[in-house]
């Protein structure tokens, strides 16, 4: 059984994450920004074995408490899943640069913040991993001129990750990103295509592939390769 940490883990792609590793009897510490009304996460972690950790993760002084927290903590698996749409107004006519910049913070940059702040954790196993959510809006082979902030923050989060799976596969650290479908959440919208049970299970899959020879692709939720 692993320890895997997993952000995001309110609701969505996340909660469901957590709910079916914990089901299968791994300890799961699910990171999110307000555990007091993450209803679903607490009843979740009644009967599991779950540690709910309050962590915003576009804030490096939150982010270094979380570690701090963890100090000595092996840990299996991270699962950068926490991501945010961003602003109303991003497009070539009308940018909200401010929130693009936002957007790039939580999308991009946190999941480096966080797999820094975790870097002895995930040292402490032989190999461990570090699967991050991405969408295919990041792929620069994906031509739809939506979302300039949100695709553009997708875009710089695969290669952050495609850099960091070279530098860490000495360190038996294994990286990669993951397209989870089109997903019925918040984010998705009710008419998407999968459900998010349906991703999350697809993404574990994808997780257990996950090995020091395919380390630092781009997949999609159903095992398949994603062009980049
Ligand atoms: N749904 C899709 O079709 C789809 C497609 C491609 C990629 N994805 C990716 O899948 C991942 C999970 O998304 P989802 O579909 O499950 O969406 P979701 O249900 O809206 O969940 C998004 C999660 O990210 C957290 N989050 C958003 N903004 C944040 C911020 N500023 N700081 C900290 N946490 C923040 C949310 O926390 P709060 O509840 O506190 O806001 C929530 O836990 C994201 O990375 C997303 O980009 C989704």
Redesign the pocket.
Known sequence: MANILI????????LQLTSQYASAGNKVFAC???PESATELNELAKSNDVQIIKV???DAVSVAEMASQLKGVPIDILIN?????GPKSQSVSNMDFEGWA?TFN??AMAPLRILQALKENLSLPDTSKVVT?????GAISLDMTVAYAYCAS?AALNKVMKLAAIELAKENIQVCVI?????Q????GPT?DLT?TDSAAGIINVVTQLNADNTGGFWKWNGETHAW
């Open positions: 952000t995001g883990a309110n609701k969505g792609i996340g999110c920004r307000s915003s993760i576009g899943n926490a991501g945010t749409g936002d939580i999308n959510i991405t969408s295919q809006m997708k397209h989870p479908g089109w997903v959440t918040d984010m998705g998407a998010a």
